[in-house]
């Protein structure tokens, strides 16, 4: 089923077939750099680039006797070269060959992941700019706040993904590494000239200092970056999943023609997407955890990663490209209802200016003490009845000894609360 939600670029990364030409490049790559030493004849590298080839059946079939992948790979290709293959993986450990490829393709996702996050972020500039001064309420602990606009929520979304982008463009950096250094990372039968030539055709660096592994203090950190983006699009998503609430209906998911939303409920349009975003960043969040378990490991390495990274790292970057586009999705076709947001800033019957009229009264010699009593107790009148805010505070007397008609008029001015939208959007760049 996985196949069905995958992009074709993505899952051809993480195919075998992509495996293991990545394998064949690197045991290519090293063939190259031992004839340019003099180690092997140059005669021979052209024979293994004409012959060298693999089929993965074959691969499989070595593979249930040997029990071991490298090898049976490199039987394989040994049977469609001939006597040339003795020179294929000189001075070479298995993990030369697998975390050197490895870092390739995670690399290659990796590059795939941002020219899309950068895609999600182009969408909310765009949406941001529309919805800029679209007045809504802000809530906190769910509860009329302010007064803020929908293109605020936007561009703080727009300012988040463009961190996540940044994060994932160090991930990517850090992941970039391989190693051709041999059983213990001690160059003992192999060149360090040999792994910085095949580094730089892989557009990979050579690991510093390494041992029988690349570090998966590297691999954890690129699985945790997607982890923490995947919780910034959860975070987005809750928010629409929240604002799409009947009772809230401020925006909604694209609801596509011939959807059904229940089995027993034909009304029904249910925000899926983004409830499917935030199941799906829990994975990614638990892949990241068993990532930072497989950073310890015995001595020069042991194998307890290997079988843990065979499942979390494509895996986790399937699933991140396919919340990611869906959200992205959902931000594209958004559906937004401007009168329920203006519905909604009205309900509380202008509460929402309470902190503009406890300010004015400060700055007329009230105490803060005193001013937030006197407020706060016409707030409570307010709630309780069914008369508005601002003709329970018109009629008061002790306010009316304070504030005079023109200062109540600007404590209830909506204008007020968005006169810095413009600086807001410069600082952020939308």
Same mark, same amino acid.
């Given at each position: 089923?996985?196949?069905?939600?995958?992009?074709?670029?993505?899952?051809?990364?993480?195919?075998?077939?992509?495996?293991?030409?990545?394998?064949?490049? /690197?045991?290519?790559?090293?063939?190259?750099?031992?004839?340019?030493?003099?180690?092997?004849?140059?005669?021979?590298?052209?024979?293994?680039?004409?012959?060298?080839?693999?089929?993965?059946?074959?691969?499989?079939?070595?593979?249930?006797?040997?029990?071991?992948?490298?090898?049976?790979?490199?039987?394989?290709?040994?049977?469609? /070269?001939?006597?040339?293959?003795?020179?294929?993986?000189?001075?070479?450990?298995?993990?030369?060959?697998?975390?050197?490829?490895?870092?390739?393709?995670?690399?290659?996702?990796?590059?795939?992941?941002?020219?899309?996050?950068?895609?999600?972020?182009?969408?909310?500039?765009?949406?941001?700019?529309?919805?800029?001064?679209?007045?809504?309420?802000?809530?906190?602990?769910?509860?009329?706040?302010?007064?803020?606009?929908?293109?605020?929520?936007? !561009?703080?979304?727009?300012?988040?993904?463009?961190?996540?982008?940044?994060?994932?463009?160090?991930?990517?950096?850090?992941?970039?590494?391989?190693?051709? @250094?041999?059983?213990?990372?001690?160059?003992?039968?192999?060149?360090?000239?040999?792994?910085?030539?095949?580094?730089?055709?892989?557009?990979?660096?050579? !690991?510093?200092? @390494?041992?029988?592994?690349?570090?998966?203090?590297?691999?954890?950190?690129?699985?945790?970056?997607?982890?923490?983006?995947?919780?910034?699009?959860?975070?987005?998503?809750?928010?629409?999943?929240?604002?799409?609430?009947?009772?809230?209906?401020?925006?909604?998911?694209?609801?596509?023609?011939?959807?059904?939303?229940?089995?027993?409920?034909?009304?029904?349009?249910?925000?899926?997407?983004?409830?499917?975003?935030?199941?799906?960043?829990?994975?990614?969040?638990?892949?990241?955890? !068993? !990532?930072?378990?497989?950073?310890?490991?015995?001595?020069?390495?042991?194998?307890?990663?290997?079988?843990?990274?065979?499942?979390?790292?494509?895996?986790?970057?399937?699933?991140?490209?396919?919340?990611?586009?869906?959200?992205?999705?959902?931000?594209?076709?958004?559906?937004?209802?401007?009168?329920?947001?203006?519905?909604?800033?009205?309900?509380?019957?202008?509460?929402?200016?309470?902190?503009?009229?406890?300010?004015?009264?400060?700055?007329?010699?009230?105490?803060?003490?005193?001013?937030?009593?006197?407020?706060?107790?016409?707030?409570?009148?307010?709630?309780?009845?069914?008369?508005?805010?601002?003709? /329970?505070?018109?009629?008061?007397?002790?306010?009316?000894?304070?504030?005079?008609?023109?200062?109540?008029?600007?404590?209830?001015?909506?204008?007020?609360?968005?006169?810095?939208?413009?600086?807001?959007?410069?600082?952020?760049? /939308?």
């Amino acid at each position: 089923m996985i196949e069905r939600y995958t992009r074709p670029e993505m899952a051809k990364i993480w195919s075998d077939e992509n495996k293991f030409r990545t394998w064949l490049k /690197v045991e290519i790559l090293v063939c190259e750099a031992l004839a340019e030493l003099g180690e092997i004849p140059k005669g021979a590298v052209q024979i293994i680039k004409d012959k060298a080839d693999f089929d993965i059946k074959r691969i499989l079939e070595i593979e249930e006797t040997v029990n071991h992948d490298v090898i049976a790979f490199l039987t394989n290709v040994a049977e469609n /070269v001939g006597p040339e293959s003795r020179h294929i993986h000189l001075g070479m450990t298995s993990s030369d060959l697998l975390d050197t490829s490895l870092s390739s393709l995670i690399r290659q996702a990796g590059q795939l992941l941002l020219n899309d996050l950068g895609t999600l972020r182009e969408v909310l500039r765009k949406r941001a700019q529309e919805f800029k001064n679209m007045v809504c309420i802000g809530r906190s602990h769910g509860i009329h706040a302010e007064p803020t606009t929908f293109g605020i929520k936007m !561009a703080l979304w727009f300012d988040e993904v463009g961190r996540g982008i940044t994060r994932l463009q160090n991930a990517i950096e850090t992941i970039s590494v391989g190693k051709i @250094s041999g059983a213990v990372g001690t160059f003992s039968h192999i060149s360090p000239w040999v792994e910085s030539y095949v580094c730089a055709k892989l557009d990979l660096k050579p !690991a510093p200092v @390494s041992n029988q592994i690349v570090q998966r203090d590297r691999h954890a950190e690129f699985l945790t970056t997607l982890a923490v983006i995947a919780a910034s699009l959860e975070k987005f998503a809750t928010e629409i999943r929240n604002l799409q609430r009947t009772e809230v209906l401020e925006v909604e998911e694209p609801f596509r023609k011939g959807q059904k939303g229940s089995s027993a409920m034909p009304h029904k349009r249910n925000p899926i997407t983004c409830e499917r975003i935030t199941g799906l960043a829990r994975i990614l969040r638990a892949n990241a955890m !068993a !990532a930072l378990e497989n950073v310890a490991l015995w001595h020069e390495r042991d194998i307890t990663h290997s079988s843990v990274e065979r499942v979390i790292i494509p895996d986790s970057t399937i699933l991140f490209d396919y919340i990611l586009n869906k959200f992205t999705k959902v931000v594209e076709d958004l559906v937004v209802y401007p009168e329920n947001m203006q519905r909604n800033l009205e309900m509380t019957k202008g509460l929402v200016f309470s902190q503009s009229l406890l300010l004015a009264l400060i700055r007329k010699g009230v105490s803060r003490e005193d001013a937030y009593q006197m407020v706060q107790s016409r707030a409570m009148e307010t709630w309780n009845s069914n008369i508005a805010f601002k003709d /329970v505070v018109e009629s008061d007397a002790e306010i009316g000894k304070w504030l005079s008609q023109e200062d109540i008029e600007l404590c209830f001015d909506i204008n007020h609360h968005l006169r810095h939208v413009d600086f807001i959007f410069k600082r952020v760049g /939308v």
